[in-house]
């Protein structure tokens, strides 16, 4: 496909279309749910084929009915979000008939690059406010998961007009050739490294981009949290898809005397929800032999480096004599800053976990390491959820959970620095895809005259100067 061709089809078909109808845009939206429900169980299919084994439930949760959602809720209230918003004028000029207001415009053809652990939802979450303002889209799919790349451009055609939205797959030197683009706006969803070259290349045309990136997200186990509770939930989002999730948390902080305890609710749960792994149709693989053999080798290195390693295998299952890329649980005690568990951001079934011995503690060693896509806090202990709240920066909070903050459409979803710039989701994404435009409408009195703006400067200048230097 000639990349630069499909860009300048698309822009010239938003401009001769121009003004894009809420009509059309709530079009769209009905287009891309029925796009995704329509082939529900062929997408499914091609998820565990790329996975080497995915749950139909697992992706039926996460990938499908994830991606319907935020189209559905942009459809219930792309009217409201789109409607143009009265702004005060300055005095005295709303007296004499001047008016100000902003319009939510779209801005154009908006690219969309995708990455493997979410392939289906981190296409269609950002496309639900990317269609909403009115855009048309360009996705490049990611090369790890070809299955699902394909079906999207097998059946996205039967939906959309190639102007209308446009799918593109290939290695990373058609990854490069796209977020070189001069797309009017651009958004990732990846790692923090390759998040560092898509901002240079987006740079030589001052492409505006939103990046949704990742991190060492941590959780901040209190002493007044319930161990069990706690360490089911926590084991839920760090087994869901095999821990290949953004905002799986990364690493576990626990009070010191509550250590032992706490690892052994979380080998319970474990147990519990997964008393098999390798036949177990609930549990994700790892997406290639090169991630898994980076987490197996990771693990070696925290081992060899004086870490304790807890594999949780309740089943006693020979994982080394399978082909099925399943790693269980495994949990890494003592953990110290020179394993690569500590360095980087795991994406897979790994959980470090470190003693604080108080709050304070605890808040530094998250302070100390780059700013965070989630933070997670369990405890009912109000004084301190509030000190850790105003004492941590992270792109988003989930209390008493993980990862759920990014279930709320209402909620702007983002991170911070390292873990990302610009947010969207809900209302938030129809604005980050939109152009705020400002407009005024001058009273019909000569106001310019009035207030001494034109030459000859005399007294009135002096006091309009006099007056706005009041406020």
């Known amino acids: 496909m000639d990349l630069t061709a499909t860009l300048a089809a698309q822009r010239a078909a938003f401009m001769d279309e121009l003004p894009v109808t809420l009509a059309t845009r709530k079009d769209r939206l009905k287009r891309a749910v029925a796009m995704i429900a329509d082939n529900a169980n062929r997408l499914c299919d ?4 790329d996975f080497g084994h995915r749950s139909r439930d697992h992706s039926m949760l996460t990938d499908i009915a994830a991606s319907i959602a935020p189209l559905n809720h942009a459809l219930k209230h792309v009217d409201a979000w789109a409607k143009r918003e009265r702004r005060r004028v300055t005095f005295p000029l709303g007296l004499l008939g001047a008016r100000a207001w902003v319009d939510y415009g779209p801005k154009g053809v908006v690219g969309v690059i995708a990455p493997w652990n979410f392939p289906v939802n981190l296409v269609m979450g950002p496309l639900a406010g990317i269609l909403a303002a009115g855009n048309r889209a360009m996705v490049k799919t990611s090369e790890f998961t070809p299955t699902v790349a394909a079906t999207f451009e097998d059946i996205a055609p039967r939906y959309f007009a190639r ?5 593109v797959s290939g290695g990373a030197d058609v990854g490069k050739a796209f977020a070189a683009l001069p797309f009017d706006h651009l958004i990732f969803t990846g790692a923090t490294g390759i998040g560092r070259h898509i901002l ?9 981009v939103t990046l949704e990136l990742g991190g060492k997200s941590p959780v901040i186990l209190g002493r007044s949290a319930d161990l069990d509770r706690a360490a089911d939930r926590i084991v839920m989002g760090k087994m869901m898809n095999a821990g290949q999730i953004c905002l799986a948390p990364d690493y576990l902080l626990v009070p010191a005397e509550q250590e032992d305890r706490a690892v052994a609710a979380l080998v319970a749960s474990a147990s519990a929800m997964y008393p098999r792994l390798l036949d177990n149709a609930d549990y994700t693989s790892v997406i290639n032999d090169r991630h ?3 987490l197996s080798d990771w693990i070696a290195d925290a081992r060899d480096k004086g870490g304790e390693v807890v594999t949780v295998n309740p089943a006693g299952e020979d994982f080394a004599a399978s082909n099925a890329r399943k790693l269980p649980l495994t949990i890494v005690r003592n953990p110290t800053d020179d394993m690569l568990v500590m360095q980087e951001e795991i994406f897979g079934p790994i959980l470090p976990v470190r003693r604080y011995d108080g709050i304070d503690d ?4 998250v302070n100390r390491r ?12 109000a004084a301190e959820r509030s000190r850790v709240l105003d004492r941590t920066i992270s792109g988003g909070v989930t209390l008493d959970d993980v990862i759920f903050h990014v279930s709320m459409e209402d909620l702007p979803f983002g991170g911070i620095g390292p873990s990302g710039m610009g947010a969207y989701h809900g209302h938030d994404g129809f604005r980050t895809f939109s152009h705020a435009r400002s407009v005024f409408k001058q009273a019909r009195v000569d106001v310019a005259k009035l207030a001494g703006l034109k030459p000859p400067y005399g007294k009135g200048t002096r006091r309009t100067i006099a007056q706005q230097m009041k406020g």
């Open 370 to 381: 780059d700013r965070p896509l989630g933070l997670y806090y369990f405890g009912t202990d």
């Open 46 to 49: 091609a998820l565990s084929e």
């Open 362 to 365: 605890a808040i530094a060693q």
């Open 163 to 167: 102007d209308e939205l446009a799918f």
């Open 292 to 294: 898994h053999q980076r």
């Open 200 to 208: 240079h290349a987006a740079a030589d045309n001052l492409t505006p």
